[in-house]
């Protein structure tokens, strides 16, 4: 019989020609373990999802009680269902007034597909306005609005009247203008490597969208939940989107995803055409069960009081010759390299003595470092002591 790395490499389709090959057993908490005694730290959550670690006990007991009721009756919106109706209103709790009526998805693509087709419909405008560098999903529309050519050329013709700025400088605003149906922003640049944008600038963004009367979307599929030390990174900004996306961390590691906006605008999707947004398994009774879950495990068990301080620890602790700089907000990290000729082998290195941490997509210089919010300070000092002992390989844990 065929182990399951051959099954993987046999009948699974491959991202890359290197995969991690990793072999996972078992996960609990920021660990996973292998199925020959190995454990791994877990430093990125699984790229933003496992915001409050692998199967924690109150995920698991919510999705075992909703897996004893039902599983999927009907496609989205026809049927009511306790789980998305109940975790629809805790996201309107966690979120400034008006910002209330939910649409739940499966993914992070399928949330900015859906926000930015409301954003469209809304305002009968057809430009979009995007960043550089800008990582949105890798569905046709969502790579549309991807900021980096490499990731996307080889998938040509994408969305047309799609305008790309740079990120965080105020001379770009201009750019944005009445043809503008929405612009679409990272609240923290994730892939570009933890780009953290000025409060000033985030102001003067939401200010220009109002004048020329196009919507604001906020991309919060890393940073949301949490990841950043406050509910939702906005918060920190002093501004308020028209419409929000989130998945990832949402889930408890569970697949889900959601737009959110006001009722005033989401109702544009009911006429001319009527479903005028349409998903099969979105607001699945058990990932929603998981997400309200998720979403009370934040709130109730203090983890985002902590947040700025664990993120301390690692910058604290992750002082190195080898390392020119961390970009953070919260625990959402991007420690940088030289090169990512520099960078690879101690990611490698640090998989070999016992931590997974990763490089982004259009930073490949930066070692990503997102680990659950759940990590205690003990097991952020032994992460940091596997990254120091990575980067310098004769030294011995």
């Not at 789980?83 to 966690?94: D, G, R, Y």
Request: with cysteine; proline share 5%.
């Amino acid at each position: 019989m065929l182990s399951p790395r051959q099954l993987f490499l046999k009948h699974q389709a491959q991202t890359t020609d290197f995969p991690l090959l990793l072999e996972v057993e078992r996960a609990e908490g920021v660990y996973m373990h292998g199925p020959n005694g190995e454990r791994y730290l877990d430093l990125i959550s699984g790229i933003g999802v496992s915001n409050v670690g692998h199967r924690h006990p109150r995920v698991l007991q919510a999705i075992q009680e909703q897996l004893d009721k039902y599983l999927h009756l009907m496609v989205y919106g026809e049927i009511v269902q306790a789980p998305p109706a109940q975790l629809a209103h805790a996201l309107a709790e966690t979120l400034p007034a008006g910002l209330d009526n939910v649409y739940f998805v499966s993914s992070g693509s399928e949330a900015v597909e859906g926000a930015c087709k409301l954003a469209k419909r809304f305002t009968s405008r057809t430009e979009l306005v995007a960043f550089t560098n800008a990582y949105h999903g890798s569905t046709q529309g969502a790579l549309s609005l991807n900021g980096s050519e490499s990731f996307k050329q080889a998938f040509r013709p994408l969305l047309p009247d799609v305008r790309h700025i740079r990120h965080n400088q105020m001379e770009d605003l201009a750019q944005i203008t009445s043809r503008t149906a929405a612009v679409i922003l990272e609240t923290v640049q994730g892939e570009a490597g933890v780009r953290v944008p000025s409060v000033e600038y985030m102001q003067a963004l939401r200010a220009r969208c109002q004048e020329v009367g196009a919507l604001l979307i906020l991309d919060e599929i890393q940073s949301g939940f949490g990841r950043t030390g406050t509910f939702w990174a906005f918060e920190q900004f002093g501004v308020v989107p028209d419409i929000l996306t989130c998945a990832k961390g949402m889930g408890g590691g569970m697949p889900i995803g959601a737009f959110i906006s006001r009722q005033e605008i989401m109702h544009s999707l009911k006429n001319d055409p009527m479903l005028g947004h349409i998903t099969t398994f979105g607001g699945h009774p058990v990932s929603c069960a998981a997400s309200l879950a998720t979403l009370q495990v934040i709130l109730e068990e203090g983890l985002l009081p902590q947040v700025a301080a664990k993120a301390a620890r690692f910058k604290e602790r992750l002082v190195h010759p080898a390392i020119r700089e961390i970009r953070n907000l919260g625990l959402m990290m991007a420690v940088e390299f030289e090169s990512f000729e520099i960078l690879k082998p101690i990611i490698d290195n640090a998989i070999l003595k016992g931590a997974l941490t990763d490089w982004f997509l259009f930073c490949d210089k930066s070692m990503r470092i997102a680990p659950p919010l759940t990590i205690t300070f003990p097991e952020i000092d032994e992460a940091c002591d596997i990254i120091l002992a990575a980067i310098s390989p004769e030294v011995r844990l």
